[in-house]
Every structure is written in structure tokens, then in C-alpha cells.
């Protein structure tokens, strides 16, 4: 990171404004460890908590906080925004799952997290917010497996309905009756586990895999908000990384796969998003995501890429450019997810795993500084769907995709 970001020392008091210093000390932290509360409604015999399986790391929250993250036995809780419009975001995760050969399920019986509805409507109510949530958690729970939430919203929303269900008698009455009719149990995760914590804390271990050198690459992040933002005492943080002043998330997956993450001064914003606007008030949002993102960026650093840990960032941040450039605004950033970098940095395919082809800004120029001949591996694509087309191949399978296809560069 670079210690004197941007060009004056305006920036670099901008930069510093919202940086906070880590409270090492658990027993001094602004908030609560809300898993006392549920051992505690455990051994009252209101609801199960679902133990984070072994083996499992260990990582430094906001405020010294240990939290648990299993490597493997998880149950892949995938995102709306991510299977519908960007795939290869969800493919590189379990891709990474694989290549690492770890246990895990792709379950086919879970339900949205209805977070639209809880952030963006009136279309819903606690009970049944809670319910669903629940029933996502009974589920994992009774395939043996533990929850790995994919979508940056999801894990934001389950995070502030957990502390609802903690705090709330009547609230916890309610949902046992609808997980009754269910035939289901009240559980909830002793942790609630983002997937981007997940790729964090394997980083190392990925890093020995890396055939991609992305030493030359310069990257700008941005951290969801609904990650570092809402119950923040659950965000990562790492005396190591940013000086421990904002969260390791991203920036150390990238540090360790040996990109240079550069600074600007809108980090903090959101990315447009939003969730209200992005419905009511479109056009906001992509002038949002072009003037206090992207285009600064391009002002200050411009980078070869950003990388995110969220659906609705990637969306907004790589389809909101579109609009820009028609304006001819100064964009051009492609967005990609930590995801799917670290599996292209371990040779994922670029088509068929990562699926660069959805992204809607230009990436070529990104590939060619990677040393990565994409048009052979475009064409390997287009091969596999005319043969679908044409029913010679009914799908494209793991066993397609599972070996690293880009050759060692380092």
C-alpha cells in the first residue's frame, strides 16, 4: 500500500478520516460478542448452535475479537445477483473448493436470503425474515455441513436479523412456531461466515497454487458495506495489513498473490449500490459509482483493475461504466471479484471458470499484461457451446474445468 496515496495532502487527509485504529482488547470493544448470548439461549433450550466444524482458522476481527473459519465442510450459500448475472463469480469459488480438494455441498434446497425485501421494500416483516434465515441455517445444518454465505448482502442481512433474534423473546417464539410446521430446528451459526473471509484466510495456502505471476498488476478494492459496515464488530482486520486501520478483506488475497494494492481517496464510499437507490433511483447510482469511484480511481491511480467481495459491487462498479463511456466520462476499470482473480492466478480457465465474457468493461487489456492468450481459450468456449447447441455435449462438467489450463509464467 502506498504510504502517501494520491497527489497532496488533501487526499491524504480524506484517506485518513475514516481509517480507524484496531481495539486489541475484546474486553474494551464499543460492542458485544453476541455468541455468548447464544450459548447462552443454547443451554435455555430455545435454539441449536451449529459449532464451526473442524478444522477451522482463526482471524482477528475489528476489536480482537477470534473468529472461526472452517476450511472446509461448508455449505455453499449462493447469491441472486451472482447465478444470474455473474457466474463465474460463484464457479471460481467452489473452483477454489476443489482445486484445494476440500469437502463441500452445493445445496439445491436453499431459498433467497429475501434481503431485497428487507433493505429495499415493506414487502416483509421480521418473523418472516427471521424464518428464512432460519430454515437457510436448518437446512445446512441437517446435511452436516456449515453455512458459507456468498453474497455480501446476505451476510450483512443475516448478521443484523442473528441480533434481532438474540435480543427479541417474542421474536424467537414466533419463528419456532413457523420452523415447527416446518419440521424444522431453530439454529443458528456460531458464526455467520462470508466466503470473502474464507478465501482470506486460505490466502497462503492458495498463494503456493498461484501459476499466474500478477507481480506487474496494480489494483484498487473496494470493500462492501454491507460487509465492513453493518455489526462491525465481525469484519477481519489485521494489524499487518492496512496497519490494522481498515479490513484486511481483499487487499490480503491480493497482497499475497503479489498484486500492489493502491490507495484513493473515495475508499470509503459505496460503490452506488446502495440497495434503496439501486431500485428507486437508478440513475443516481451509476453517476455515483462513475464520479466517486471509478473515475477516481482513473484520476488518482489508474489501476488495471478493482476487485470486490460482493454481488451488488461488482454489478454496480462494471455495469454502470457502460453509461459512462457513453458519455465519454474517464472510465475503463474492468472489475473482477477476489474470487475470481485468486482462480485465475491458479489457472482457472478463463471462460469456462471465471467467465470473463459477462463482465460488460473492457478486460483484454488485463489479459494481455497477465501474458494470458485469451482468444484460444474464447474459442475453447465457443467450441463447447456449439457442441452443446448441436447436442454432441449436453453440459460442460467439473471434470472440464478442474485442472489448471494456463501454463506457469513465473
Not at 107 to 133: E, F, I, L
Request: hydrophobic share 35%; aromatic share 10%.
Amino acid at each position: 500500500m502506498k504510504t502517501e496515496p494520491g497527489s497532496g495532502s488533501c487526499i491524504q487527509q480524506i484517506l485518513q478520516k475514516k481509517a480507524q485504529p484496531v481495539r486489541r482488547d475484546p474486553a474494551k470493544a464499543p460492542t458485544h460478542d453476541v455468541r455468548e448470548e447464544l450459548f447462552e439461549l443454547e443451554a435455555r433450550g430455545e435454539l441449536i448452535v451449529h459449532r464451526v466444524p473442524e478444522p477451522y482458522l482463526e482471524v482477528q476481527t475489528k476489536f480482537g475479537r477470534t473468529k472461526k473459519i472452517p476450511v472446509e465442510h461448508t455449505w455453499h450459500h449462493k447469491s441472486c445477483g451472482q447465478c444470474g448475472h455473474i457466474p463465474g463469480y460463484s464457479s471460481s469459488i467452489v473452483w477454489l473448493h476443489r482445486q484445494l480438494g476440500l469437502d463441500y455441498v452445493d445445496p439445491t434446497d436453499q431459498t433467497s436470503c429475501t434481503g431485497w425485501n428487507y433493505y429495499a421494500s415493506g414487502a416483509s416483516n421480521p418473523a418472516a425474515q427471521t424464518a428464512v434465515m432460519c430454515r437457510n441455517f436448518a437446512a445446512a445444518y441437517q446435511a452436516g455441513y456449515y453455512p458459507l454465505i456468498h453474497c455480501g448482502t446476505s451476510y450483512g442481512h443475516y448478521k443484523e436479523v442473528r441480533e434481532e433474534l438474540v435480543h427479541h423473546q417474542h421474536l424467537r417464539d414466533e419463528v419456532r412456531r413457523i420452523m415447527d410446521k416446518l419440521n424444522k430446528p431453530l439454529v443458528v451459526p456460531e458464526e455467520i461466515v462470508h466466503y470473502s473471509e474464507w478465501v482470506h484466510a486460505m490466502r497462503h495456502r492458495i498463494a503456493e497454487r498461484q501459476v499466474i505471476d500478477m507481480s506487474h498488476i496494480r489494483a484498487c478494492i473496494h470493500a462492501a458495506c454491507h460487509y465492513h459496515k453493518i455489526v462491525v464488530e465481525d469484519a477481519i482486520y489485521d494489524p499487518n495489513i492496512l496497519k490494522g486501520e481498515r479490513t484486511a478483506i481483499i487487499t490480503g488475497v491480493l497482497q499475497a498473490l503479489g498484486i500492489t494494492v493502491e490507495d484513493y481517496s473515495t475508499w470509503f464510499d459505496c460503490c452506488g449500490f446502495g440497495f434503496r437507490h439501486i431500485l428507486v433511483e437508478r440513475d443516481f447510482t451509476r453517476s455515483f459509482a462513475i464520479s466517486r469511484k471509478i473515475e477516481v480511481m482513473k484520476r488518482e491511480v489508474n489501476p488495471d483493475m478493482v476487485v470486490v467481495q460482493d454481488t451488488g459491487c461488482y454489478t454496480t462498479l462494471d455495469k454502470s461504466q457502460f453509461i459512462g463511456k457513453a458519455h465519454q466520462r474517464d472510465v475503463g476499470i474492468p472489475a473482477f471479484s477476489d474470487a475470481q482473480i485468486t482462480a485465475l492466478a491458479l489457472g482457472a480457465h478463463p471462460f469456462r471458470v471465471v467467465q470473463m465474457h459477462w463482465g460488460s468493461t473492457d478486460w483484454r487489456p488485463l489479459m494481455a499484461k497477465l501474458g494470458i492468450d485469451w482468444q484460444t481459450y474464447k474459442d475453447e468456449f465457443d467450441a463447447d457451446v456449439e457442441a452443446i447447441r448441436r447436442g454432441d455435449k449436453k453440459a460442460v462438467t467439473w471434470e472440464d474445468c478442474d485442472a489448471p489450463v494456463v501454463t506457469k509464467t513465473k
